[in-house]
Each structure stands twice: as C-alpha cells, then as structure tokens.
C-alpha cells in the first residue's frame, strides 16, 4: 500500500466527499457541496483545498447566516438526506451562523459548521 500525504483540509474535504446516506436502496452524498465566505481565521488550507476538488460545490455567499439558511432548506427539501457544509471567519462570521444553526437544531436538520476558530 503506498502513502497518500494529504493536508487536514485535504483529508477533511476527501472524507466529506465519501459520506452517503442511504434510503430504499437509493445512496446520494450526504453533502452535496460548501458555502462559505473566506478571510482571516478560515479553516487553514481549506480554500485550497476545495480548489483542488472541483467535484465538491463551493459558493460564495455575502453572509454567514444566509449559508446556513440556505443549507438548512437544500437539508429540508431533500428529507433530511443531503446537506451543504458552511464555512465562516473567526469572529463575527462565526457568531452570525449562530441564530441559523439553532433553528436547523431545533428543526432536527443536518448541516455541517466548520467556523474559524485561530487567527490563519
């Protein structure tokens, strides 16, 4: 077996691009691409990282919160099966995904926050 040297947002972006959900024999990716705003504090190598997979979506958006929203409905309107992975900065951009990430728990609907935690 060879040795696969990856970075961890490389190894993060492989391991969400294998995730599946499956129901009555019908398999579908469980995240179906990110939305995200980058600047300082983001995830480190992450913005390269989804550069490098062109097979994982990733779009802009103008603010944290609407990602999530955003992410929130894609998860409703597809069952609860699929979902997108949000990105934010440290700071602000993190704290405004806040009141979107509890209606998706309070709906019980899957989405995945990766907020910035360290200045990069």
Do not use: W
């Not at 970075?7 to 391991?15: G, I, K, L, N, R």
């Not at 919160?65 to 699929?82: D, E, I, W």
């Amino acid at each position: 077996m060879s040795t696969i040297r990856l970075t961890v947002a490389q190894a993060t972006m492989e391991y969400l691009k294998k995730q599946y959900t499956e129901r009555d024999g019908q398999e579908q990716a469980l995240f179906a691409g990110c939305f995200g705003i980058f600047g300082h504090g983001n995830l480190a190598g992450f913005g390269q990282a989804l550069q490098q997979t062109p097979d994982f979506r990733y779009y802009l958006v103008r603010n944290e919160q609407a990602a999530v929203h955003t992410a929130v409905g894609f998860a409703k309107m597809k069952n609860r099966l699929s979902t997108f992975a949000c990105t934010s900065s440290i700071g602000p951009g993190a704290t405004n995904m806040l009141t979107a990430a509890a209606g998706a728990t309070i709906n019980r609907l899957p989405v995945l926050l990766m907020p910035g935690d360290i200045f990069a």
